[in-house]
């Protein structure tokens, strides 16, 4: 009974804390949109925007930075 306890503790919060999502991001880059010379990347793990010059590839995860 504790050890099925524990691990609905353990999935409830991984459920709230979701650290895959600040992991890192999965950016592609949306060629539609492009825009003074700059490239925009759309993340499809957060939903995050990022626009850079050409050339370049985002490192940064933007996840929890949206809210
Ligand atoms: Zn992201």
Redesign the pocket.
Known sequence: MIVILGLLIVFAVLLILRPW?RR????RQDTRKLADGRVLFT?V????ELALPKGRDPEI???GEQE
């Open positions: 999502e890192a991001c999965r950016w993340c793990a957060c939903g995050a995860c933007l996840a």
